[in-house]
């Protein structure tokens, strides 16, 4: 069964930095589709960044292109969100999510795309 489990949340003022990270384990595929998402309070959960663990591809909302960028660890089966001058509107819960097989491609920030999610991570941005 395939698991996620994210670390890395916190609260931080506008302009600092944090880093997320997701373990994954269960896979039996080497190459699969992870993603991160947000939800702020009152607010639809939305796609921030895609990764193709076989190397196809990143994928970044337009919101946080040239803020966060979104690597991975084949060796420790983890994939990162760096994220940098973080702002105040960037304050959500971050959950990391995977399809355990193919790439992420269109489809990547497309909740339905995904079959298993994280527990979430909280991330809170002062002005």
Do not use: H
């Not at 966060?68 to 819960?93: G, H, R, Y």
């Not at 971050?94 to 079959?115: D, E, H, V």
């Amino acid at each position: 069964q395939v698991q996620l489990v994210e670390s890395g949340g916190g609260s931080v003022q506008a302009g600092g930095s944090l880093r997320l990270s997701c373990a994954a384990s269960g896979y039996t595929s080497s190459y699969y589709c992870m993603g991160w998402f947000r939800q702020a309070p009152g607010k639809e959960r939305e796609g921030v960044a895609g990764i193709d663990t076989g190397g196809a591809g990143t994928y970044y909302a337009d919101s946080v292109k040239g803020r966060f960028t979104i690597s991975q660890d084949n060796a420790k089966n983890t994939v990162s969100l760096q994220m940098t001058s973080l702002k105040p509107e960037d304050t959500a819960m971050y959950y990391c999510a995977a399809r355990p097989s193919g790439t992420c491609g269109a489809n990547w920030n497309r909740l339905w795309y995904y079959g298993v999610w994280g527990q979430g991570t909280q991330v809170t941005v002062s002005s």
